[in-house]
């Protein structure tokens, strides 16, 4: 496995209501980025951490927020969630930014479920 | 922005076959290029990449060519077995930093 462990596993959550998600990064990698994987399709870029700065967001509306600590862990936060936030969110752990070519690890996920 | 086209949606190959799945991509600065492979419930797991001076690489059974001037890689699995059913996603790295994912490919291997 890759070093990369996200929580938690399975949530249940109704519309309106306010989520976080976290993520463990692998040891020695300063970068986490975060992707949204509806059912049937490919990741989607949420945004991306780099030492604890926001370092590159997606499409995504401003109630997708984040959060990278000194240990570069990090946090998903979702406001006023609805129902198709209903997905898989990954976590993917890596070194050196936005600019950097290095690989990204991918966490097991949490699956959100919205009601 | 970034946008990565992946082809076919699904691919069933018998036991022994080859496979391949092709992806391109729009834009001409990306320069980092992975193969993930996704098992029902699991994590993408990477199996392969490539960087844009390098046009080939080999690992056993798993190749992946680019073609930047084309702006297209493709992903060769050589002698399938049936652990290497499973959605693979190719990806492209752009000019802004951003890892963007093909749709995927369903890959069914038959005994």
């Known amino acids: 496995e890759t070093g990369v462990t996200q929580s938690p596993t399975h949530l249940i959550k109704t519309r309106g209501q306010q989520v976080t998600l976290r993520c463990s990064s692998q040891?020695?990698?300063?970068?986490v980025s975060w992707y949204q994987q509806a059912l049937g399709q490919g990741p989607q870029f949420i945004f991306q951490?780099?030492?604890?700065?926001?370092?590159g967001r997606g499409n995504f509306p401003p109630r997708f927020s984040g959060l990278q600590f000194p240990n570069y862990s990090s946090e998903l936060n979702v406001n006023a969630l609805e129902l198709d936030d209903s997905a898989l969110y990954l976590c993917?752990?890596?070194?050196?930014?936005?600019?950097?070519?290095?690989?990204?690890?991918f966490g097991p996920g949490t699956r959100l479920t919205v009601l | 922005g970034e946008n990565v086209e992946q082809h076919p949606s699904t691919l069933s190959v018998q036991e022994g076959d080859s496979a391949v799945i092709k992806c391109t991509y729009s834009?001409?600065?990306?320069?980092?290029f992975p193969w993930y492979k996704q098992e029902l419930g699991k994590r993408p797991q990477l199996i392969i990449d490539?960087?844009?001076?390098?046009g080939e690489k080999k690992d056993q059974r798993i190749a992946v060519t680019l073609n930047k001037t084309a702006k297209h890689f493709s992903l060769h699995i050589t002698e399938t077995q049936p652990e290497d059913s499973a959605v693979y996603f190719c990806?492209?790295?752009?000019?802004?930093?951003?890892?963007?994912f093909g749709a995927g490919t369903q890959v069914v291997v038959t005994p």
């Open positions: 993917a752990s890596s070194l050196g930014g936005s600019i950097s070519t290095d690989t990204q690890y």
């Open positions: 040891s020695g990698h300063n970068t």
């Open positions: 951490y780099y030492r604890e700065e926001e370092n």
């Open positions: 834009d001409s600065a990306s320069n980092y």
């Open positions: 490539i960087r844009s001076n390098v």
């Open positions: 990806a492209a790295k752009g000019s802004w930093g951003k890892l963007q």
